[in-house]
T-cell receptor, first 116, second 114 residues
């Protein structure tokens, strides 16, 4: 069964460092997303990506964040200068469209980012 | 804007007990509704969904009915098992949007004891 894969599963970084979280979405999906979940809190939308550009972003997704789909298969989230409050589980997700089988999102296993 | 309110946890039940987790929503248009489950140490998995009013989603013994009149999508299971212990998230996609982003509730931790 197709699945969304994320690497690494856990990343520890020092405050102020750049991190790149990687995701391989399901191959025929068109919409790509990043969500985050701070420990014990709800899952929050960060950004959606469609047709090689950001289609929507939340207020959390400030200038420190960026996304790329560099090669048609990977989908990355970059945080330029990490802060302690960026510590969270980051989930990548992908979905199709009504014409390609449905809009339900499939999630990766997540990357736990710890900023120290 | 869109929002999802679900019953605060944690919920602790004995095996074979009846489960209800309440979920209500606010959205413009006609949202699709979902329940996602997060088992310990794992990611989010779709449990069930309903895309229009009066639809019933079901999977693994869980059910939820899309009630437009009460803007609700309560999750139920007649007899829970220890393996159902997880965090359950109610969520919606607003069909009027330009993408299919999910708006989640806060999650409800369910613990089932033998």
């Amino acid at each position: 069964e197709p699945e969304v894969t994320q690497t690494p599963s856990h990343q520890v970084t020092q405050m102020g460092q750049e991190v790149i979280l990687r995701c391989v979405p399901i191959s025929n999906h068109l919409y790509f997303y990043w969500y985050r979940q701070i420990l014990g809190q709800k899952v929050e939308f960060l950004v959606s990506f469609y047709n090689n550009e950001i289609s929507e972003k939340s207020e959390i997704f400030d200038d420190q964040f960026s996304v790329e789909r560099p090669d048609g298969s990977n989908f990355t989230l970059k945080i330029r200068s990490t802060k302690l409050e960026d510590s969270a589980m980051y989930f990548c997700a992908s979905s199709g469209s009504p014409r390609t089988g449905g809009t339900e999102a499939f999630f990766g296993q997540g990357t736990r980012l710890t900023v120290v | 804007g869109n929002s999802v309110t679900q019953m605060e946890g944690p919920v602790t039940l004995s095996e074979e007990a009846f489960l209800t987790i309440n979920c209500t929503y606010t959205a413009t248009g006609y949202p699709s509704l979902f329940w996602y489950v997060q088992y310990p140490g794992e990611g989010l998995q779709l449990l069930l969904k309903a895309t229009k009013a009066d639809d019933k989603g079901s999977n693994k013994g869980f059910e939820a009915t899309y009630r437009k009149e009460t803007t609700s999508f309560h999750l139920e299971k007649g007899s829970v098992q220890v393996s159902d212990s997880a965090v359950y998230f109610c969520a919606l996609i607003n069909s009027g949007g330009s993408n299919y982003k999910l708006t989640f509730g806060k999650g409800t931790l369910l613990t089932v004891n033998p």
